[in-house]
């Protein structure tokens, strides 16, 4: 049986190039036993108003520029000061921080909001994650589960 | 007072990036620059030569907040030229996609943009502080339009659903009953919403010469067919819209200026135009809405266009239900067509106003020529005409005040910078 997760997973970003990385690393999460987390993909930050009801935690991965070589990656918990600085994408000015402190006003916002970014390099149509991007995808997703302890699916653990 | 000029670096809360100039000789306004300088982005050039089936879901890319629009008056002008006509269901769901188009825009722009201008708030943000259930509100509403949008167009952005005849897929009876139960409490929230901005104090401002200009239809409230009618009378047909509206390049925008020929004057696309001019084919609703918050027959207020789109979100939720309810469409979901070299037009109902689609096809399918002329820089030059006048209304010493108040009047007209060529900035010069 299903139990009602209260975290939530969203990946922020699009098909085109790095941008994918918020995406990638939802994705090896949902690989994960989905049991123990909900996980999102958005186009755009104002898409987490919709699945923060009744959340307790929220992670967020996203693309940044700003913070770091091209393939590191950082996490930041809210609120932050930093994040106000970093190149943050959304429509009509909705960026991920005005969407997190719209989400507080509104009462909506998990308790816990941790934040993890990967510094990218090209966003091209067509294009595939850079090799480091990948890299950090991969190692930042796995931080995410065992910092949440989300166990691998039972199969896969079985075969381990 | 001396000579002066007054410039907003950023105007917030539109969608692109541009600016403001103002330059004062005194109490006179010497010159008004509303400056795109977003660089062109040459759509019509990427077209040439690919196949037309591309169009579609290229021209959608033109914008994250009217997609839907682009591809209609793409695949109508392509249709055109390809002689094909569309099913009745194919039509009405076609409609559905645009309510749901103008629901989200609306929605967002209504709550979270202009809304903020009359109550005294710099953000949606600082508004939510106090008006949180109005906030949430708009934030439904948009999602509705958004989950429109996703179930008829396979994503709520940048659709992908659309085609050339038709549509790739029909939805199903239950993805569309689905929807009823939020459109339902949307409807009333959108009645609720209307009869708040209409309670706004708006300034006493009126443009004066304007000329209204929108789609009409004698059957529908316009969004996908008909002839281009004017507060001053004339109807022209979508035929002849090049000869009627002419394009020009003015140095301080990298969009293209718009005037009619025969007038040699700017006029105003939107949904101020489309209510003045249709308020008769408004849902009942929203018509009823329209008499019970004393809207005038012929609107000249720019500032009350937030009450034109209340009153389009109450007819877009009305005939959205109508549909949803209704039997769900059978048979197939496009018409076949055999390539042949043509011509074909269409315009049709953006948020913002009416989007002109032109293409040339080849007998191999391919796009000759495409020729796109979006609403926001069709209306750039009224505009400038309208912050000139508004200017003498509020021009005060405090710099900072002014350019406030003639960003409110910018966002009025919710302008869609990215689509005509993105931020706006507001200069103001006292020489």
Redesign the interface.
Known sequence: MKHHSQILITGIGSPHGDDQVGWEIAKQIQNRDSDFVDVHLA??P?DL??WMEGMKQLVICDACQGAGDVGSYHHWEWPSDQLETMKWSG????SLP?VL??AE???RLPTSVRIWGVEIEQTQAGRSLSESVEAAAVVVAETICQALSIPRKKAESHHA | MSNRTIKVETL??V?GEGGLYIRLNGEAVDEVRLEIYEPPRLFEALLRGRPLEDTPDITARIC??CPVAYQMSSVHALEAALEVTVSPEVRRLRRLLYCGEWIESHG?HMH??HAPDFLGFDS??EM??EF?DE??RG?RL??HGNQLVDMLGG???HPINVCVGGFYRLPKRKELQNLISDFEWGLNAAVETTRWVASFEFPDFESTDCEYISLSHPDEYPMNAGVMKTSSGDLIEVGNYEAEFEERQVPHSTALHAIRNSTGRPYLLGPLSRVNLNRDKLSSTARKLADEVKLEPLCRNPHKSIIARGLEIIHAYEEALMILRDEPPKGKSRESYEYRAGEGMSATEAPRGTLFHRYIVDDDGKIVEACIIPPTSQNQAQIEADLKQWISHVISNDEQETARKCENLVRAYDPCISCSTHFLNVKIERT
């Open positions: 186009r755009t104002d108003l919709d429509t009509h000015n909705i005005t402190a719209l006003e509104l009462g | 917030t809360r969608e994250g907040i967002l979270l943009l949606g943000l939510a502080k949180p906030v949430n934030l948009k999602k994503r709520a952005i």
